[in-house]
């Protein structure tokens, strides 16, 4: 999942793959849910690198 999260926090959520695009639909809904994911990941897989990234997410939705 970090793969998917830009150096400003934001994600990419996902493709339309027929049309090859980004999903452009976003909402603080989506993002803070995706990182309550990411952060359960973080601590079951116990891959504690990730947590830079994941704080980098916490900031920009905040922002």
Not at 3 to 24: A, M, N, T, V, W
Not at 34 to 57: H, M, P, Q, W
């Amino acid at each position: 999942m970090t793969r998917q999260i830009k150096e400003d926090g934001k994600f990419i959520y996902g493709y339309y793959p027929g049309l090859q695009r980004i999903l452009s639909n976003y909402n603080s809904v989506r993002h803070f849910s995706s990182v309550y994911a990411l952060l359960e990941a973080i601590d079951f897989t116990g891959n504690y690198e990730d947590t830079r990234r994941a704080k980098k997410t916490l900031q920009w939705g905040i922002d």
